[in-house]
T-cell receptor, first 113, second 113 residues
Framework: DQQVKQNSPSLSVQEGRISILNCDYT??????FLWYKKYPAEGPTFLIS?????DKNEDGRFTVFLNKSAKHLSLHIVPSQPGDSAVYFC????????????FGTGTRLTIIP | KAGVTQTPRYLIKTRGQQVTLSCSPI?????VSWYQQTPGQGLQFLFE???????NKGNFPGRFSGRQFSNSRSEMNVSTLELGDSALYLC????????????FGQGTRLTVV
């Protein structure tokens, strides 16, 4: 039972354009969401998070949007840069991050120069 | 400040053997979580230890076990290895109860032949 779903295994975006990565969840207990970025041969690194009390969180080029009614969140990267090429994982937790993380299967983002 | 250290980086084992993986968390972090990453499955939560006690457990068979020492270092053991156990095993540490600031190690790549 995949409670966190990333339905696009891969995405290619032109450098300088906007990258939009999507994530859906089914468990209504999830109230804290995170995005991790992973390069080959490295562990995932934390990118940005959002609590269910907000619908948007921004950090530089990265913005995460949360639509609780649709159980959907998205990560926007603008402008996209070649160094953004990586696998992006969406993760969710209950109890405002005090419960274990449930990860999606990841989306491989490729930025085309 | 040193990051999360996992040893060894690579392992090749034969079906039926057992294996022990090690994780040294960031200094001062008391929570250590273990994940299994396989292609198409994302990161699957194995278990979490906090102050030497297992606090959370994922849906893995009893062949997968772990422990945490008084210095917060953690080990994960897999007995009676199966081909399907081939994966990247990741360890993450966090300061306290929240998973919101989990920092990952580079992982141990286990290949079972």
């Amino acid at each position: 039972d995949q409670q966190v779903k990333q339905n696009s295994p891969s995405l290619s975006v032109q450098e300088g354009r906007i990258s939009i990565l999507n994530c859906d969840y089914t468990n209504s207990m999830f109230d804290y969401f995170l995005w991790y970025k992973k390069y080959p041969a490295e562990g995932p690194t934390f990118l940005i998070s959002i609590s269910s009390i907000k619908d948007k969180n921004e950090d530089g080029r990265f913005t995460v949007f949360l639509n609780k009614s649709a159980k959907h969140l998205s990560l926007h990267i603008v402008p996209s840069q070649p160094g953004d090429s990586a696998v992006y994982f969406c993760a969710a937790s209950a109890n405002f991050g005090n419960e274990k993380l449930t990860f999606g299967t990841g989306t491989r983002l490729t930025i085309i120069p | 400040k040193a990051g999360v250290t996992q040893t060894p980086r690579y392992l090749i084992k034969t079906r039926g053997q057992q294996v022990t993986l090690s994780c040294s968390p960031i200094s001062g972090h008391r929570s250590v979580s273990w994940y299994q990453q396989t292609p198409g499955q994302g990161l699957q939560f194995l278990f979490e230890y906090f102050s030497e006690t297992q606090r959370n457990k994922g849906n893995f068979p009893g062949r997968f076990s772990g422990r945490q020492f008084s210095n917060s270092r953690s080990e994960m053991n897999v007995s009676t290895l199966e081909l399907g156990d081939s994966a990247l095993y990741l360890c993450a540490s966090s300061l306290g109860g929240a998973y919101t600031e989990a920092f990952f190690g580079q992982g141990t790549r286990l290949t079972v032949v």
